[in-house]
């Protein structure tokens, strides 16, 4: 074992990488070396032994406490590892399989095991439901009473190293706008679980030589500072900050190839990768970080809220920015070492004391308290509010609603099954978890085969449901498993739910919501956008979602610059009215878009009526997977009864009238008479048709799950008996159940015989990390965003409706106004019913 870990590690070594953490086989192989150990590698066995290990409830360390319990109880002998040290082992576990083994020897014989057991969990708080076993055993046994006084104490963070009262840190400034595809490449998906060298490609194509730079730096001394004008934009990716702090944090203790702490800056940072680098212990400030260059050695007073040149810097002591620590618990928040240890040790310390009947405890600063207003409740804060047992919650209060449903897909799956071993997780406590495998099935490398393999049976056994590879995209099929008026989240930035609302976060956030049954929030404000009037002739849905940044900027709302960017809509939830009989395809077209517009998540006002009519629908779906071997079957049949229930008494949230919102965004849709495209390469970068028309399109992509099955009806009848395209075009349902019933209808045939490029279900090129278009190439897509080289390297592009993508596609070319509209009133509108059908499962044969 010896023999093959150091030639691994020689090979990992040379790639300016740490070795992989043991697995279990190397794990159970080290443990028989410790209890013979050659000569000579006594210290490098102890090294393995106390931090390449995995902690939690990962296989490997299962073998790990398992052997530290045996040998802390004398079943077993080590030269190396006395029974004290074994404990003292079994400290650094931080929860899981280590726990029942400290509980047990706080019983022990020996005093001083007993003692040592004691310590150990007095500093270990992922201890679930065994809480109840110390609490039990503390009537007798004085070590438990001793670990029940520590956690009442909150000695666990007390023991912590506070915030620092002054950080002296060098910048490292990428300016401009940095997206999460910046940080943590969709080309490089399938390192994401392996931290440090996924790390490796960070920046590359945004500052190709930024981490030679970076490496530079850190030579100079002083501790890194990543500083941006906007940062974290874009997907919900826990390895864009991993990345981030694998380059600028710490060493965690005992956890392999993961870093913690780290301080980013910057004017604007998007509120999903606020709060995963909250979760990951570092310090994310906003502040005019117009001042700051690479280079700069700075000083920053995280309490006096100022930021000054450091000593020995040209004008030492200047104040270059000024700030305030957002949200008030952050200090406790990098004391703890993240937002989610914080949350789970303050819970034991409050729920120890309330059951010794102590007082609150005053060592943590406490989150907001509800804000007082005479005023109604939004839509948004009603359902956040039922979430919390409340009527509803106030902007900038904090609270915990609870997660009634949860998605994770495959690219950050791995990360949130690490995630989840750490927290020591071998049940969710949230009702429905899913799992999908949209974004590797259609061209999965080695890695991913693996993942599609072991994934399930992870989640499964666990509570939680797992999709099969081919099924299609996350979002197409958690969609169909909401309650209306009720809150998830999803490791997925297009968490954007149509029924209920979402907050999308990070995969660590993501782990601890299926964990726990809840998740942090505090309370955005809301912006209310209403539309009035009705679609006009050749305008889509599509069209409707790229008007809200087309009007937002009229009214001086939102810009384009990122140079003192204005965005109303940043860290915001969008309540939608105004269109309450869209089918739930549809509003999901609107509600997914939030995500291009920064918004923490979004509401959509609909009618019973139509509610009524998915949920019936969603019924036979989830039947139908229980009849054909999806597990877990009880999360299935727990689900239905939940849909049953509410269309037994059918009632929904309604906004007060007299609620009040940050800003409102009226749009009347008799005004729009065009399509509204996003030009390249900027979601906000929105233009009416006629401002663009007759620019060159090389590819069209049709697919992602901005689309349903009505998108393809309509984009194959306008390409129907128009010959071979003029442009390559892919087409990619977003689920199987689409593709059968296109297949069925005859409209794969129509996209053949045009020469597309037919695609399994799922992400495609939408993600990036499968195909991707020609370099340099103009494309036309109807996918989510258009980040720089998102689709394909250097590919500039443009973002619209199918209807107008299949048109780009046969003429090679954007059509003008009067071409597009000419050809959509020929084909489209009058086919509009047959086309725009919807796939309602109750009423299909296959599916009753």
Same mark, same amino acid.
């Given at each position: ?89 079994? @400290? ?125 730096? %850190? @030579? ?326 790229? @008007? ?171 390409? %129907? ?105 020929? %084909? ?21």
């Amino acid at each position: 074992m010896l023999i093959a870990y150091r030639a691994a590690a020689s090979a990992r070594e040379a790639l300016g990488v740490p070795a992989l953490p043991l697995d279990a086989a190397q794990t159970q192989a080290l443990t028989e070396l410790l209890q013979q150990p050659p000569e000579g590698e006594g210290t490098f066995l102890l090294q393995l032994l106390s931090e390449r290990i995995p902690p939690g409830v990962d296989e490997a360390a299962y073998v790990k406490a398992s052997w530290l319990a045996a040998v802390a109880k004398e079943e077993l002998a080590s030269p190396l590892v006395s029974g004290e040290r074994a404990v003292q082992l079994l @400290a650094t576990m931080i929860g899981g399989y280590n726990v029942a083994a400290l509980i047990e020897l706080l019983s022990n014989q020996k005093q001083t095991i007993a003692a040592a057991a004691a310590e150990a969990l007095s500093s270990t708080v992922l201890v679930y439901e065994a809480y109840h076993d110390v609490m039990e055993l503390a009537i007798s046994n004085r070590y438990a009473k001793q670990v029940v006084d520590s956690w009442a104490a909150a000695e666990w963070f007390n023991k912590k190293v506070p915030l620092a009262k002054e950080i002296t840190v060098r910048v490292f400034k990428v300016a401009g706008e940095t997206n999460t595809d910046d940080l943590s490449p969709a080309t490089h998906a399938t390192t994401r679980p392996d931290i440090p060298l996924h790390a490796q490609a960070m920046l590359e194509t945004r500052m190709p030589g930024g981490l030679e730079e970076l490496t530079k730096l %850190k @030579a100079m001394g002083y501790p890194i500072c990543y500083v941006g004008d906007v940062v974290g934009t874009g997907s919900s990716r826990k390895s864009a900050i991993n990345s981030v702090l694998w380059h600028i944090g710490n060493n965690i203790p005992h956890v392999p190839n993961k870093r913690s702490g780290g301080v980013i800056l910057a004017n604007k940072i998007a509120p999903i990768f606020f709060n995963t680098a909250e979760d990951s212990g570092a310090l994310p400030i906003e502040c005019d970080v117009s001042q700051l260059n690479t280079g700069d050695l700075i000083t920053i007073r995280p309490y006096e809220g100022t930021i000054e040149r450091a000593i020995g810097e040209e004008k030492c002591g200047e104040i270059v920015a000024r700030f305030t620590l957002k949200p008030t618990t952050l200090c406790d928040e990098v004391q703890a070492g993240g937002r989610i240890p914080l949350l789970i040790g303050r819970a034991l310390t409050d729920k120890v004391r309330m059951q010794l009947a102590m007082p609150i405890s005053d060592v943590f600063i406490r989150p907001n308290s509800t804000i007082e207003s005479i005023k109604g409740f939004t839509l948004a804060q009603k359902m956040v509010g039922k979430a919390c047992g409340l009527v509803g919650v106030r902007p900038g209060s904090s609270c915990e609603p609870l997660m009634s449903t949860v998605g994770s897909q495959d690219t950050t799956g791995p990360m949130t099954r690490d995630e989840l071993k750490e927290l020591a997780c071998l049940g969710f406590s949230a009702d429905f978890v899913l799992q999908s495998f949209c974004h590797t099935a259609a061209y999965p490398k080695p890695v991913d085969l693996k993942t599609h393999a072991e994934l399930p049976d992870f989640i499964e056994s666990r509570g939680g449901v797992a999709l099969r590879p081919g099924d299609g995209i996350i979002h197409s099929w958690l969609n169909r498993m909401l309650l209306p008026d009720s809150v998830g989240t999803g490791g997925d930035s297009h968490t954007r739910f149509p029924l209920g609302i979402s907050f999308p976060a990070g995969s660590g956030l993501v782990a601890f919501a299926a964990a726990i049954g809840a998740m942090p929030l505090d309370m955005p404000e809301s912006v209310l956008v209403k539309f009035s009037g009705s679609l006009q002739p050749g305008v889509t849905l599509r069209d409707v979602v790229n @008007a809200i940044p087309y009007m937002a900027i009229k009214q001086g709302l939102l810009t384009v610059d990122k140079t003192n960017k204005i965005n109303v809509f940043s860290g915001r939830i969008m309540e939608i009215e105004g269109l309450p009989d869209l089918k739930l395809e549809q509003a999901f077209e609107l509600t997914d878009a939030t995500a291009e517009r920064s918004c923490a998540g979004s509401t959509i006002k609909l009618s019973i009526a139509t509610v009524s009519e998915y949920l019936r629908s969603n019924i036979a779906l989830l039947n139908n997977m229980i009849s054909n071997g999806y597990g877990d079957s009880r999360s299935l049949l727990r689900r239905i009864k939940a849909m049953e229930a509410w269309l037994a008494n059918p009632v929904l949230l309604e906004a007060d009238e007299d609620a009040e919102y940050a800003a409102v965004l009226e749009i009347n849709l008799d005004q729009i008479t065009e399509p509204i495209l996003a030009c390249p390469n900027d979601p906000d970068n929105v233009k009416l048709l006629s401002e663009v028309a007759g620019d060159q399109i090389d590819e069209v992509f049709i697919g992602s799950c901005m689309t349903n099955i009505g998108h393809y009806r309509a984009a194959a009848t306008l390409l %129907k008996d128009e010959g071979p395209n003029a442009a390559k075009l892919w087409v990619c349902p977003p689920t199987r159940m689409d593709e059968a019933m296109l297949k069925e209808e005859g409209y794969y045939a129509i996209f053949e015989a045009s020469g597309a490029r037919m695609e399994m279900p799922g992400c495609s090129l939408c993600m990036g990390n499968q195909a991707r278009v020609e370099n340099n190439t103009t494309v036309f897509s109807t996918s989510t965003r258009n980040f720089n080289n998102r689709l394909g390297d250097g590919a500039q592009v443009y973002l619209g409706s199918a209807e107008l993508a299949a048109v780009c596609a046969q003429l090679g070319r954007i059509p003008s106004k009067d071409v597009y509209l000419e050809m959509a009133a020929k %084909k489209i509108d009058p086919n509009q019913q047959e086309l725009y059908r919807y796939l309602n499962f109750d009423q299909i044969k296959a599916y009753q």
